[in-house]
């Protein structure tokens, strides 16, 4: 049973694969930033880095996120381009 997606969910589509580098963009900062205040914050030389470290774990935890939105939106392209070809 295949169903027709409503307008609104068309445009989301389509906003979302328009916007796939994006999110593989801001996931590669995301793991640069994360790494790099983790370096930085490892080498200071203070002890005490429990705040940084949940930084850096939130910083991280996006990134991961904004993968994730990568492989949705390639998905969402793939299925598209499938059901056009059709």
């Known amino acids: 049973m295949k169903q027709r997606l ?11 694969i328009r916007r796939q580098s994006v999110f593989l963009i ?10 790099g205040l983790a370096i930085w914050w490892s080498v ?3 002890t005490g880095h429990a705040l940084e470290f ?3 774990i939130l ?5 991961r ?3 994730r939105q990568w ?10 381009a499938e059901k056009n070809k059709a």
């Open 6 to 16: 409503l307008d609104g969910e068309e445009v989301f589509v389509e906003r979302c």
């Open 26 to 35: 801001l996931s590669a900062i995301g793991v640069v930033v994360g790494l």
């Open 44 to 46: 200071d030389g203070k």
């Open 54 to 56: 949940v930084v850096v």
């Open 59 to 63: 910083i991280l935890l996006n990134a």
């Open 65 to 67: 996120n904004q993968l």
């Open 71 to 80: 492989r949705y939106a390639k998905a969402l392209e793939r299925l598209i």
